[in-house]
T-cell receptor, first 113, second 113 residues
Framework: NAGVTQTPKFQVLKTGQSMTLQCAQDMNHEYMSWYRQDPGMGLRLIHY???????DQGEVPNGYNVSRSTTEDFPLRLLSAAPSQTSVYFCASSPQGRHSPLHFGNGTRLTVT | GQQVMQIPQYQHVQEGEDFTTYCNSSTTLSNIQWYKQRPGGHPVFLIQ?????EVKKQKRLTFQFGEAKKNSSLHITATQTTDVGTYFC?????????????FGTGTRLQVTL
């Protein structure tokens, strides 16, 4: 059981570079989401998707893009990295939306210099 | 907007002592979820409470949902070193397209022998 798989585990970017954080789940969950975790801030929702072809913004969407072409995959794109995007990023999925328990991936630790 | 506060931010206990973390929402919740995150790990779902006044137990862990569905608590009896980590509550407020899951800032528990 792979669950939710995130790659890479660690990444260092220079300001202005772009990259994509990958997220895949094999549980056939309709709902997928991206969170960032910063010290003292808890988990904040970046973007989410309730199914293939449908995405929406969360609390802190600026600087990030997402797409959901398949049920399994939900990549997060940083278009032009900024030091303020240094954080730990978690992808999470659930079978029925935000009201049901979330399954988290192992996270990606991103540093932007 | 919806706010979920957790106290304390940090607690250090000796093994065998009890521990309680409290979660308070600014709005009435449809349900509340609790997660545990080990150091360097990802959040793992523990339990979901739905009913007013609900109490659930998992071995040494006792979870309560307040009568007004605006607060919750997690109590650990006789802590062990395996309880070390950060405990997050996440409050879900239903409302169609305005539905929202908000994470608390977490309580970090340190247990020493």
């Amino acid at each position: 059981n792979a669950g939710v798989t995130q790659t890479p585990k660690f990444q260092v970017l220079k300001t202005g570079q772009s990259m994509t954080l990958q997220c895949a789940q094999d549980m056939n969950h309709e709902y997928m989401s991206w969170y960032r975790q910063d010290p003292g801030m808890g988990l904040r929702l970046i973007h989410y998707s309730v199914g293939a072809g449908i995405t929406d913004q969360g609390e802190v969407p600026n600087g990030y893009n997402v797409s959901r072409s398949t049920t399994e995959d939900f990549p997060l794109r940083l278009l032009s990295a900024a030091p303020s995007q240094t954080s730990v990023y978690f992808c999470a999925s659930s079978p029925q939306g935000r009201h049901s328990p979330l399954h988290f991936g192992n996270g990606t630790r991103l540093t932007v210099t | 907007g919806q706010q979920v506060m957790q106290i304390p931010q940090y607690q250090h206990v000796q093994e065998g002592e009890d521990f309680t973390t409290y979660c308070n929402s600014s709005t009435t919740l449809s349900n509340i979820q609790w997660y545990k995150q080990r150091p360097g790990g990802h959040p793992v779902f523990l339990i979901q409470l739905v009913k007013s006044g609900e109490v659930k137990k998992q071995k040494r862990l006792t979870f309560q949902f307040g009568e007004a569905k605006k607060n919750s608590s997690l109590h650990i009896t006789a802590t062990q070193t395996t309880d070390v980590g950060t405990y997050f509550c996440a409050g879900f407020r239903s409302g169609g397209t305005a539905s929202k899951l908000t994470f608390g800032t977490g309580t970090r528990l340190q247990v020493t022998l």
